[in-house]
């Protein structure tokens, strides 16, 4: 059984759904997840260590609110990921997500009243997302370190599919644009953390695509609807069954995490 720590220096689980570049902002590492090799306490009791503090166990209240969440999501009910997932969801604010404890603390951490996306704005997002999945895949395929190796195709890339959305977009006679400040940003960072920060990276690469197998295809199809007469587009589409693509992801993220 493991014990799981938090420590303020790791990775950030954006909580935001607008749509727009300007979210990879948001990824600054604020919380670690490690998993210390020697497993004292059972993994259904989080603990929590801050500033260095002892640890603390959760209250019998949370406990049973754990438990709840394990019935419901059964294939996160163990592990590092259904951890990892726990902790992302508390990031969020109760409007964003029923799991929630953040308070909003600015207009756009509230919910959304009226969204109308644009083609323009939707084109940079992908634009954006494009740059990232080249940065995350190819920092994948050419290391050779054990713990990034197993994530060689996985089947969840996403690069080569919004290359052939952004060429489609190219022929019906839209200017594609450059990547702005944002995205070149976060793509710096995540290379940065790869090299020094090996938990963290990984904390992000869970992060990118559960978050685009889950939300992300929310809001794909709601755009869709709204600027694209409902093309769905390369980017949500997979090459095989999603849900044993992801589940196949998850073992390996259990797997690794136990640094």
């Not at 997500?97 to 996306?117: D, Q």
Request: hydrophobic fraction near 35%.
């Amino acid at each position: 059984m493991a014990t799981t720590t938090l420590n303020s220096s790791s990775c950030h689980f954006p909580s935001s759904t607008r749509l727009y570049s300007e979210s990879y902002l948001g990824l600054r590492p604020t919380v670690r997840i490690s998993y210390p090799r020697n497993l004292t306490a059972p993994r259904g009791y989080l603990a929590v260590k801050a500033n260095g503090g002892p640890a603390s166990v959760v209250s019998a209240a949370a406990a049973v609110k754990e438990m709840v969440r394990r019935e419901k999501y059964p294939e996160e009910s163990i592990g590092f990921v259904g951890e990892m997932r726990l902790v992302a969801m508390r990031l969020h604010t109760r409007d964003q997500a029923k799991e929630g404890e953040k308070e909003s603390k600015s207009p756009e951490e509230g919910p959304v009243t009226k969204w109308e996306p644009t083609v323009e704005g939707y084109l940079q997002f992908l634009v954006d997302s494009k740059l990232v999945y080249d940065t995350l895949e190819g920092i994948i395929d050419e290391s050779d370190f054990p713990t990034y190796v197993v994530f060689k195709n996985t089947g969840l890339e996403r690069a080569e599919k919004l290359g052939k959305d952004l060429e489609w977009f190219k022929e019906q006679g839209y200017e594609i644009p450059e990547a702005m400040a944002p995205g070149r940003t976060y793509s710096e960072y995540l290379k940065v953390l790869a090299e020094r920060d090996p938990e963290a990276f990984i904390c992000h690469f869970y992060n990118i695509y559960f978050a685009h197998s889950a939300g992300g295809q929310m809001i794909g199809t709601k755009v869709s609807k709204k600027i694209l007469d409902g093309k769905e587009l390369e980017f949500y589409k997979w090459d095989g069954q999603l849900s044993q693509l992801l589940q196949d992801v998850r073992k390996k993220l259990n797997s690794v995490a136990e640094w």
